[in-house]
């Protein structure tokens, strides 16, 4: 991947980065990049963003950089913006106490790096790395643990967890976006600690399970919480898929869990966070709907089952503190997944109402990995396809050829029942029924004439 560039100044992150680097070590500084940024460049990827580390205080930083930023001064945080792009500074220290279970209390600085990475969460985010000649300081066998695909807290890993809670999410997420192990000493630990995760707030939750998802490899991610005892504490409604069998004429995949793993291994990275929280509660309101066949007689089944779903994923999206925006969504994406099942039996006028739902490609994107993931059959995904270019947007989205107002004047009281005259009129336009106002017109004082005329 290539560095990325700002517009006006052709600065990568990275040169940002060394220049920061340059301009600490002339005033007499240490200074070296860490973290994240270190890890990535030894895998061959991209960074998306790189962290300096240094001996200089947050005030001396802000003195060298005027355009700095004090995100997180009281931790010795920094931020230095330049040209569209950010790098994090942080002076070298020692963390005291976590009260909260996330911020130290305390902070003490120190003039050791080798001091300073003894704080940080795993070995391999505990890597430095000169800026200028690319040689990697190693004070936590971090590279090893690279080269073995190794996940290792740095210390006891119940200290790592126990100041802060959202790093069990973290090693999971890491994990899974790299194809590694958790070392077992590690695991335990997140297992032993798993009760705590409560302790971080819902929006930080909400971010780590949104990259889990939306970052390539979610299957692997929720196989991974559901084995550190995570899932059935952030979301107990998806642990309650496990063993929820299905009607194998229509399922032949196996239980709800597995057709939701397999929903979501589908998922690119990079896609839509609302789209992946879309497939991920699409059928979470089938364990508590659930009906075996010996209780219906014929087949299992699970009755209203997505009204009960849209209320339980909007009250998870409430949980976590979504926008309003997206989870109406996420929602409206758990109430019309099984639409497209009558699609070949609808009316015109419902099929261009259907396809006129904001974010449609979500819908159909979700529907064509329901698909996959279960008997396999696209057919009402090719018919909503071909009729998306088959029909002209001006069929699907026509102007309006009739109003309240032209109501009004053609002598109608205005009332509730305009809006069903309005839908009726829609309805005829979409059907192909009427296209001018005068047909409009006509329409309306033949259904209604008898109804809503005045006196």
Not at 351 to 361: A, G, M, S, Y
Request: proline share 4%; aromatic share 6%; net charge neutral.
């Amino acid at each position: 991947m290539a560095a990325r560039k700002s517009h006006n100044r052709g600065v990568t992150p990275r040169e940002l980065a060394n220049s920061i680097c340059e301009t600490l070590q002339q005033h007499g500084f240490q200074a070296l990049l860490v973290g994240g940024c270190v890890r990535d460049l030894l895998l061959g990827r991209e960074p998306a963003d790189y962290d300096v580390t240094t001996d200089a205080t947050p005030e001396c930083v802000m003195q060298l950089f005027s355009e700095s930023i004090a995100v997180g001064a009281q931790f010795g945080v920094v931020l230095v913006p330049r040209d569209g792009l950010k790098v994090e500074v942080a002076t070298f220290r020692s963390d005291v106490g976590y009260s909260d279970g996330r911020h130290p209390d305390r902070v003490v600085y120190s003039k050791s790096a080798q001091e300073d990475v003894q704080r940080r969460d795993f070995t391999i985010n505990g890597l430095l790395m000169r800026h200028d000649t690319g040689e990697v300081l190693d004070f936590v066998d971090g590279q090893a643990d690279l080269k073995a695909g190794v996940i290792r807290a740095i210390g006891e890993p119940d200290r790592r967890f126990a100041e802060d809670k959202l790093r069990m999410l973290r090693a999971i997420r890491s994990a899974a976006r790299f194809g590694f192990d958790i070392e077992h000493k590690t695991f335990a630990a997140i297992r032993r600690h798993a009760g705590a995760i409560t302790d971080v707030s819902a929006e930080r939750i909400r971010e780590e399970l949104t990259k889990l998802l939306t970052e390539g490899a979610a299957r692997t991610g929720f196989e991974l919480l559901d084995k550190s005892w995570l899932l059935s504490i952030v979301l107990p409604e998806i642990a309650a898929m496990k063993g929820v069998q299905q009607p194998p004429q229509f399922h032949p995949e196996g239980d709800v869990w597995i057709h939701t793993l397999l929903m979501i291994e589908g998922l690119p990275s990079g896609s839509s966070p609302r789209l992946a929280w879309g497939v991920l509660l699409h059928d979470v309101g089938k364990p508590p709907t659930f009906k075996p066949a010996s209780q219906t007689g014929d087949r299992i089944r699970f009755d209203h089952h997505v009204d009960v779903g849209v209320r339980m994923a909007e009250a998870i999206c409430r949980r976590y503190r979504f926008s309003n925006e997206d989870t109406d969504q996420i929602v409206a994406l758990v109430a019309n997944h099984m639409r497209f099942g009558a699609v070949d039996q609808m009316k015109k006028s419902t099929l261009k109402r259907f396809v006129r739902l904001p974010h449609f490609e979500e819908h159909m994107e979700l529907h064509r990995l329901d698909c996959l993931s279960s008997h396999r059959k696209l057919d009402s995904y090719g018919t909503v396809r071909r009729f998306l270019a088959e029909t002209p947007a001006e069929e699907v989205r026509p102007q309006r050829v009739l109003t309240g107002t032209d109501l009004n004047a053609m002598g109608y009281i205005p009332g509730p029942l305009f809006s069903d005259i309005l839908r009726a009129v829609e309805d005829a336009q979409l059907e192909g029924q009427i296209a001018t106002r005068e047909e409009a017109e006509e329409f309306v004082r033949n259904k209604f004439a008898l109804k809503v005329t005045r006196a």
